[in-house]
């Protein structure tokens, strides 16, 4: 697991070089995901956490205006208007919503008083126009999707291991953007610029995304045995032929 370890962290700290730390710490998070899957044991994986813990709190504080966004996300009253601006009407558009909402389309936070509105924040927007109900709804499809993510991949294990490894890839990385999103719009943590899968603007997160369920949803009719596994039938070697022609002539 050296190889994968290593440029896990080296594209990790490229992305964190360029002031992206929410994308940084999404990618860690999968990069790690993929290792359990692969059988990198928790302990391991806790212990190596513990080593890149101090040099990610020393990046976090080395700036004044991350150490007053932290405290600001900690203390929200001392801020209501600046930094936290975002999030005290991301919850106010949430609970304006109740439980049924007041009907699509007919939502006021959107009309300027939420930023970023159509991305970040898109979920309070949802939740002020079809309530409680439509949006515990949304969530329950988030959850549909994780579990029969992970039962694909589970039952794909024995069948073709690359194929349990993706699964459980594209699933957490659907899975994980909707917890941080969620998070952020709840005030559970402070904005990340995650988007909200399916929902959020952006064309290439979308692409992304559906991209990435496509693939999900064809490895999970494979593993309910409604499409057959289909696995190449020429050995290594003759892969390396065909890819390297000229490889056996140059030895």
Do not use: W
């Amino acid at each position: 697991f050296g190889a994968p370890i290593i440029v896990s962290l080296v594209i990790t700290a490229l992305i964190f070089a360029q002031r992206d730390y929410s994308s940084a710490l999404l990618f860690l998070a999968l990069s790690f995901a993929l290792l359990l899957a692969s059988g990198f044991k928790l302990g391991h994986l806790l212990v190596l956490l513990a080593f890149l813990a101090a040099p990610a709190l020393i990046a976090m504080f080395s700036q004044s205006y991350r150490v007053k966004r932290v405290f600001s996300f900690l203390f929200p009253a001392l801020d209501p208007a600046g930094m936290n601006y975002q999030v005290s009407n991301s919850l106010k558009a949430i609970r304006a919503g109740g439980l049924f909402g007041v009907g699509l389309g007919n939502g006021q936070y959107k009309l300027g008083l939420l930023p970023e509105v159509q991305s970040d924040f898109i979920f309070a927007s949802i939740c002020e126009e079809i309530g409680f109900v439509g949006s515990s709804f949304i969530l329950v499809l988030f959850a549909m999707i994780a579990i029969l993510g992970y039962n694909a991949a589970s039952r794909m294990e024995s069948r073709d291991r690359f194929s349990s490894i993706m699964a459980y890839g594209l699933t957490s990385m659907i899975l994980f953007q909707a917890i941080l999103n969620l998070a952020v719009v709840t005030a559970l943590l402070p904005p990340t610029g995650i988007p909200m899968p399916f929902f959020s603007q952006g064309g290439s997160n979308l692409f992304v995304v559906l991209s990435s369920s496509a693939l999900l949803y064809r490895i999970m009719l494979i593993s309910s045995g409604k499409i057959p596994l289909q696995k190449s039938s020429l050995k290594r070697e003759e892969r390396k032929s065909i890819l390297f022609p000229d490889a056996g002539s140059l030895s």
